[in-house]
């Protein structure tokens, strides 16, 4: 059981980048396939980026060569280096297990708010 919290949030502008990073304890961090989530006003929850232990990831569409996802084992710590912002990127960004959201044991932290807006 991984306990998590994300950061790094902020406000930017269109166009501009930001880095989050996510935080976890547990002696199972190394092996889980973590992921990147993302949740706007009024809209369901959806993974953007995933990383496996080996270092192999996989982005949404809507993100795909503006983010990109990595991770430090050694730390505890999985990061989404975002570029190119857009505004419909605005939303609460939430990291996770990959696998125990899809298997629907999964906790949610608070998240951190990423507002991209002139």
């Known amino acids: 059981q991984v306990q998590l919290v994300e950061s790094g949030g902020g406000l930017v502008q269109p166009g501009g980048s930001l880095r989050l990073s996510c935080t976890g304890s547990?002696?199972?961090?190394?092996?889980?396939?973590m992921g990147w989530y993302r949740q706007a006003p009024g809209k369901q929850r959806e993974l953007v980026a995933v990383?496996?232990?080996?270092?192999?990831?996989n982005y949404a569409d809507s993100v795909k060569g503006r983010f990109t996802i990595s991770r430090d084992n050694a730390k505890n710590t999985v990061y989404l280096q975002m570029n190119s912002l857009k505004p419909e990127d605005t939303a609460v960004y939430y990291c996770?297990?990959?696998?125990?959201?899809?298997?629907?044991?999964?906790?949610w932290g608070q998240g951190t708010q990423v507002t991209v807006s002139s």
């Open positions: 996770n297990d990959e696998s125990g959201v899809r298997r629907g044991y999964a906790y």
């Open positions: 547990g002696s199972s961090f190394s092996i889980a396939v």
């Open positions: 990383i496996s232990s080996s270092g192999s990831t």
